[in-house]
């Protein structure tokens, strides 16, 4: 049975999907190796969380419609909600941790920054010296997930490790990560455009929340982030109609409806102003 997200469109994939190729495994946690060509061509999401570690690989990752290269000795994060799509080339080696929401959530804490960084972010690069105790983790991971009697605490524990050494190496990419840690604000703002963006599209609403005046959230924008609130909130809403318009089959006023405009011209004439082409364009292209 097709599982779909909260929207009722687009195609959610359960980790029960990917028990037929396990390596090892829990009911709420599963090792996976990449050998070889593969492809995801069908846009979709998963419900739980994945780290992939490419050894040696090539190829294109996309991620929330951006094409990321797949290169030697990378990590690749991928949250629950993320669209993605991959066409990976022969002699590419990787691994795979495919975990629960309710599991990762005992290590979350050891990915040291916002997860919007780590989403803006998925693809990051190794040293030698990182990749070598990544994949050290991995393999102890996947014995203990093949051990008789494995134990939850030693595989969250090893998920720990992992999820340190992938903040440190990330830290680096991270530009905006120094603005939110010193405007909590900000990162505030951020969070409330994810849960409210399709109800509410004016910097009011947000400023409210955060008990402050529009132009003093649009003035802290526009002095860290450099843009202004306003197009923060476009740009979240940008995102899930490229979602939408590359998973689904529903109509542009369909969509237009589910992100909360009042008609489909209006929509229509907000993606070209933000994407440069229309609805159907992005969607036929």
């Known amino acids: 049975m097709k599982i779909y997200d909260d929207t009722g469109y687009i195609p959610v994939l359960g980790l029960q999907e990917f028990r037929k190729g396990q390596l090892a495994g829990r009911e709420e946690f599963l090792f996976n190796e990449l050998h070889g060509e593969r492809h995801i061509d069908k846009p979709h999401k998963h ?139 900000l990162a505030k703002f951020n969070m409330l455009i994810d849960k409210f963006y399709k109800q509410e599209k004016l910097v009011g609403f947000y400023a409210s929340k955060l008990h402050i005046s529009a132009n003093y959230l649009n003035i802290l924008c526009k002095s860290h982030l450099h843009v202004s609130a306003t197009k923060l909130i476009q740009q979240r809403v940008l995102l899930e109609a490229k979602r939408l318009l590359q998973t689904t089959d529903l109509s542009i006023k369909e969509i237009a409806f589910e992100l909360g405009f009042v008609d489909h011209a209006y929509f229509s004439n907000f993606f070209k102003a933000q994407a440069g082409i229309t609805p159907t364009q992005f969607r036929e292209g």
Request: hydrophobic share 40%; glycine share 2%.
């Open 47 to 185: 419900d739980f969380f994945i780290i992939n570690l490419f050894e040696s690989a090539k190829g294109v990752h996309n991620i929330d419609f951006h094409d990321y290269p797949i290169g030697n000795k990378q990590i690749h994060v991928l949250f629950p909600g993320q669209v993605h799509t991959w066409s990976i080339k022969p002699d590419t080696t990787g691994y795979q941790l495919m975990i629960q929401q309710n599991f990762f959530e005992r290590f979350a804490s050891f990915f040291r920054f916002s997860f919007s960084n780590y989403m803006n972010h998925p693809v990051i690069p190794l040293t030698n010296d990182n990749f070598k105790l990544l994949k050290y983790e991995f393999d102890a991971i996947r014995d203990e997930l093949n051990s008789p009697n494995s134990v939850q605490e030693i595989i969250s524990a090893r998920a720990a490790v992992i999820a340190a050494i992938v903040s440190k190496e990330a830290e680096s990419l991270f530009t905006d990560l120094k603005v939110f840690q010193s405007n909590p604000r």
